[in-house]
């Protein structure tokens, strides 16, 4: 009998499980990608800071 012909293949939760853990590898895969591609985006200049004119506040 070989681990292939095992009665663990023909049990449902077998199969739930490893479909499972296939999907958490998927979607762990996806966000690595996505969160890669954000920290090498080329980074965006800060907005500048609106300028106070000093003299309209002493008035």
């Known amino acids: 009998m070989s681990l292939l012909d095992a009665p ?3 049990d449902p ?3 739930i499980v490893l479909g ?3 999907l958490f ?3 762990g895969a996806a ?3 996505i969160i890669m591609k954000v920290v090498r985006a ?3 200049a800060p907005a ?3 300028i106070k ?3 309209e506040s002493h008035v």
């Open 53 to 55: 004119n000093t003299e």
């Open 31 to 33: 966000m690595h990608y």
């Open 8 to 10: 663990i293949w023909s």
């Open 42 to 44: 080329p980074h965006s």
């Open 20 to 22: 499972v853990s296939l």
């Open 25 to 27: 590898i998927v979607v």
């Open 13 to 15: 939760g077998t199969w």
């Open 48 to 50: 500048p800071s609106p």
